[in-house]
């Protein structure tokens, strides 16, 4: 009994020594952007002969012939019960397709796009689907590429694939979630599982270099995304002098900056670990970086830090962001991405 036991704490010690000396490749993947939480914020648009594109409401439960998309717990094809999914059910007009479009999505380095599909259970008078996604960078003159295409079946089985992205890292661009009906589009009720865009590196400050953060705001809504998790603030960002103000401290404090007041002269100074030092007053349109006077708006003297009743400190978006390495990307007709680090092209 003794060797036994010994032998058994021997292997307890490889397995905990192997552990600990996994290489980061090998680590758990981290979710950079979540489509299907993100689902509502989506742009979904149907297609069907004769009427073209045509934009479909996330959420509509009401079936109907021009197709539904909406969340989805239930039973698959393969017995699986699950929850928050997202169901798309095709037009029944055949060919038909429902495209989801989330908006622009920057690529991390190490990325990979992790799908699970399948049928809603009893969906097996379809004759299949066809499955794909598509990307296309945001610059001029790019075109979609197809990253994926399958023709799925009601087989009793979900459709699984693992996309790599490493050729896109350090691009911005939009994704599509794509179901195209076969011959005819009976019982074409796909159920997306899962798909999530997921990077292998564990930490900022890994030897592989700075993973990325991606946050998300929109105008006169506190409701906001940092790596596709939701989350909210307690003042919606706005518009003054056509520039993006917001309570700063949700941008910073997710780039591992802090934040502090001083109320005697009205000033924020924002520091980060690398050393950078970033001060702004209230009602004053210059600011001060690593301790030299800057302007924060070249293009308009007006802007300048305010305080928004009942108390709340408003900060330029656009010049804090960048000052700290970020890239911001304003997208009509009320979205606001901010990346960060941000890599020159």
């Excluded at 087989?155 to 009906?181: C, H, N, R, W």
């Amino acid at each position: 009994m003794k060797k036994v036991i010994a032998g058994l704490l021997v292997l307890l010690l490889c397995l905990l020594v192997l552990g600990s000396s996994l290489p980061p490749s090998m680590a758990a993947p981290t979710v950079v952007y979540d489509f299907l939480a993100n689902a509502s914020s989506a742009t979904w648009t149907g297609m069907e002969p004769g009427t073209g594109s045509y934009m479909l409401t996330f959420g509509n439960t009401i079936s109907s012939a021009s197709g539904l998309v909406t969340s989805f717990s239930g039973t698959l094809e393969d017995g699986s019960s699950v929850s928050n999914a997202v169901e798309t059910l095709l037009p029944s007009a055949a060919p038909s397709e429902i495209r989801g479009n989330p908006g622009l999505i920057p690529v991390p380095d190490h990325a990979q796009l992790e799908l699970i599909y399948g049928f809603q259970q009893g969906s097996n008078a379809t004759d299949g689907v066809e499955v794909g996604v598509l990307y296309a960078e945001d610059k001029p003159g790019s075109t979609s590429i197809i990253l994926f295409d399958q023709i799925k079946t009601y087989d009793g089985a979900l459709g699984k694939v693992t996309i790599d992205l490493s050729a896109y890292a350090g691009q911005t661009g939009g994704f599509i979630l794509s179901v195209l009906s076969g011959a005819t589009a009976t019982a074409d009720a796909l159920v997306w599982v899962k798909a999530v865009l997921t990077t292998s590196k564990t930490s900022p400050t890994s030897p592989s270099g700075p993973t990325t953060t991606f946050l998300q705001f929109h105008i006169n809504d506190p409701a906001y995304t940092v790596n596709g998790t939701p989350k909210t603030m307690d003042t919606a960002p706005v518009i003054v002098e056509s520039r993006t103000f917001l309570p700063i401290r949700y941008v910073v404090q997710e780039l591992g900056a802090t934040v502090d007041w001083y109320a005697p002269n009205q000033k924020v100074t924002i520091s980060t670990a690398g050393g950078t030092k970033i001060e702004l007053w209230i009602g004053r349109n210059s600011a001060s970086v690593d301790g030299n006077p800057v302007q924060i708006d070249l293009g308009n003297p007006n802007v300048a830090p305010f305080i928004q009743p009942p108390g709340r400190t408003m900060m330029p978006l656009r010049f804090i962001s960048e000052n700290l390495g970020c890239k911001v990307d304003w997208l009509p007709p009320g979205e606001v991405q901010v990346t960060y680090p941000y890599k020159t092209p």
